[in-house]
């Protein structure tokens, strides 16, 4: 039986094979599946799943809330007040969290769901999306990096030792630079509510979270292996925005795609922290994305007047439409079979 910590959410522990147990929240009511699209989240460094609670939240997605539901991923170690991970705990690299994921969609019976990641998250579950794109309809990547770590993360990690119980502030400072990005001047309200954000994610940085295992995740961020998307099978949809680190990273990533209109990419003007800082622009692209895979389709598009058949009923609209896909996945690839 599940725990229940947050409103509306549910919590599940998982074993997987390789990366030991995985803490996963529920959002939404999984019954209703077959009637709801279903996400897959995994956050960025330095926070868990409440920042993807957080953003799910959000008035911009409420709509779309009301018709799914979310399946949020702590990386091991990330839950809240989690103790230190033990030293003959191996962590695992970014490829084996992305391939053990699948473990957390047979054990909630999840036949098919869209990944929905931040950064190290995002780079987690393109590599979900490669290992097992019969389960994945799509890929919703925010600032993902597909290179392996650059010259500007060896050099600021050089004067981090990553060692110890407390973070550094040079250690903060790569965080907050990471997940915000480029600092520019800004004037009244924004620089406010920006202000805000630095102030709440460094208080969580040293709040209920386990240095210890952020530092875990960083290592493994750092040390990740090139990810190749060009025979990528799910329709992937991009997000930066140009004050991001990895803006032209994400840029470059999407010219290199062979199947242009398998990928879209979305770049949102002076914010680096998209989900924080542009909620409703990007939930209006998550939607359109969706509705492309034949989910969320009783929403109308941004801008569009809703019209719908009195012959059909919402619930009808909002059922997956996967016969596009043409699926016929093999026994390996098949969800288990729910027991009654």
Same mark, same amino acid.
């Given at each position: ?116 990641? /931040? %950064?190290?998250? #995002?780079?987690?579950?393109? !590599? ?6 019969? @389960? $994945?309809? *799509? ?47 800004? /004037? %009244?309200?924004? #620089?406010?509510?920006?202000? !805000? ?6 208080? @969580? $940085?040293? *709040? ?47 010219? /290199? ?84």
């Amino acid at each position: 039986m599940p725990d229940t910590e947050e409103k509306g959410v549910q919590k599940y522990v998982v074993s997987t094979d390789r990366s030991g147990d995985i803490h996963v929240h529920v959002q939404g009511d999984l019954s209703q599946q077959d009637k709801r699209c279903v996400f897959v989240t995994v956050h960025d460094l330095g926070t868990n799943h409440s920042s993807m609670v957080d953003y799910v939240n959000c008035p911009a997605m409420s709509e779309i809330k009301e018709r799914s539901c979310f399946i949020h991923i702590d990386v091991p170690g990330h839950e809240e007040n989690s103790p230190d991970l033990p030293d003959s705990y191996q962590f695992p690299s970014l490829q084996t969290l992305g391939e053990d994921l699948i473990t957390v969609l047979d054990f909630l019976h999840i036949r098919y769901a869209v990944g929905l990641g /931040e %950064g190290a998250g #995002a780079n987690v579950l393109a !590599r979900c999306g490669l290992a097992h794109p019969r @389960r $994945l309809l *799509g890929l919703i990547l925010v600032n993902c990096t597909a290179s392996t770590s650059s010259v500007a993360d060896a050099f600021r990690t050089r004067f981090s030792r990553w060692k110890g119980t407390d973070i550094s502030q040079s250690e903060e400072d790569f965080l907050i630079y990471h997940k915000f990005g480029h600092q520019i001047s800004m /004037e %009244g309200g924004d #620089a406010m509510e920006r202000e !805000r954000m630095l102030s709440e994610y460094r208080s @969580r $940085l040293r *709040g209920n979270l386990n240095t210890h295992n952020i530092k875990l995740y960083v290592k493994a961020f750092i040390n990740r292996k090139d990810l190749v998307l060009k025979g990528c099978q799910p329709d992937i949809l991009l997000i930066t925005g140009t004050l991001s680190p990895y803006s032209a990273v994400v840029e470059k990533m999407y010219k /290199e795609m062979e199947h242009k209109e398998r990928v879209t990419i979305l770049k949102v003007e002076r914010v680096g922290d998209v989900l924080a800082e542009a909620p409703a622009k990007v939930s209006q692209s998550l939607l359109l994305f969706c509705q492309g895979q034949g989910l969320l389709t009783s929403l109308p598009p941004p801008g569009v007047e809703r019209r719908m058949s009195r012959a059909m009923s919402m619930e009808e609209y909002d059922k997956p439409n996967i016969r596009r896909l043409s699926l016929t996945p093999s026994a390996s690839e098949s969800p288990p079979a729910r027991k009654v």
